[in-house]
């Protein structure tokens, strides 16, 4: 197929354009380089255009043919959709739905979108099924629920085969350690954990230590890149005959703040300073993922299970690219 990858040159989007044309899809990126890369964008094919710009995803989707679009252009800094929640509603939702519209005009009915855990907001118990309560608590969650909903409303009219996956936390580094994150504001855990570990930051902030957890501190879902795009891959082979696919994306194993910080020591051989700080407000004790939807309706599997293995190769993508891209 051919591909339009929105976002295409952000970390989760050049990994998934990579691992299209290695399964003989043909992917065309389409970003703006708000955030992302051009040089992780690689051998694909580049259109420099932005969401908002309606004519041009027209001319690009009738012109380069495109059988479906996978939407990895979001923003996706939570504390900012608090500080900016309408620049967030613009992008994440008005954004989509322009690029909805240019689907619907040109005929292309398949949209694999990229949601999130945080459609849930705080959740009611966990392991988080597909089927619980969704609760957004910001207006970053907010904005993946709402274009879901629009996303199913659209897949009622028969113009629309759509997969929402919602992703728990994308990390480590893909494509034999050469496409890893490069954010040029960075908030993920272990990415600052591994500049604390190449003596790139003074110290790890920990925020909050009396969480009612084993260590006392938070507990997420890590899920390896690679395996996020497989998913990926998977869904949009089930939308030639599926009208809706919603799945969690995970590896239904929850890693504390205090084990990030303790495997990414013991893989890189480096001590860091360590610094305790009050709990960030809205931040859940523990954030894991049933993905049994996901494995039993698409036979995924993950391949990279192990902390270690998923920090092993973050740490070797930072030392290989240690400006990043450069760019």
């Not at 504390?256 to 407000?281: L, M, N």
């Amino acid at each position: 197929m051919r591909v339009l990858v929105c976002g295409g040159a952000g970390y989760i989007g050049s990994n998934m354009t990579a691992m299209l044309a290695g399964a003989g899809h043909e992917p065309i990126v389409y970003d703006n380089l708000s955030s992302g890369h051009r040089k992780a964008v690689k051998d694909a094919e580049f259109v420099r255009g932005d969401l908002a710009d309606f004519d041009l995803l027209v001319k690009v989707l009738k012109e380069k043919k495109i059988d479906a679009v996978m939407h990895f252009a979001a923003f996706i800094e939570v504390g900012e959709s608090v500080k900016e929640p309408l620049k967030f509603y613009h992008n994440n939702f008005c954004n989509t739905r322009n690029l909805l519209a240019a689907m619907e005009k040109c005929g292309v009915g398949r949209f694999v979108f990229s949601s999130s855990a945080a459609v849930y907001g705080v959740p009611e118990k966990t392991p988080i099924t597909e089927e619980q309560v969704k609760n957004p608590i910001n207006p970053y969650g907010e904005g993946k629920w709402i274009v879901e909903r629009m996303c199913h409303f659209q897949s009622l009219t028969g113009r629309l085969n759509y997969a929402a996956l919602r992703y728990f936390n994308a990390c480590g580094a893909g494509q034999n350690c050469t496409l890893g994150e490069d954010h040029r504001s960075e908030s993920h855990l272990i990415p600052l954990v591994i500049a604390a570990a190449m003596g790139k930051r003074k110290d790890v902030k920990l925020f909050g230590a009396d969480y009612p957890t084993a260590d006392g501190t938070c507990v997420r879902d890590y899920i390896h890149i690679e395996d996020l795009c497989s998913a990926h891959l998977l869904a949009l082979g089930k939308l030639q005959s599926q009208s809706e696919l919603v799945c969690n994306l995970g590896n239904g194993k929850g890693y504390s703040v205090r084990q990030i910080i303790e495997t990414v020591k013991k893989v890189s051989g480096k001590d860091f300073k360590v610094t305790e700080a009050a709990r960030r407000q809205g931040d859940p004790p523990i954030l894991t993922a049933d993905a049994t939807r996901a494995i039993n309706e698409l036979g995924w599997k993950v391949k990279f299970p192990q902390l270690e293995k998923i920090v092993e190769t973050a740490w070797n993508w930072h030392n290989k690219y240690p400006d990043g891209y450069g760019d």
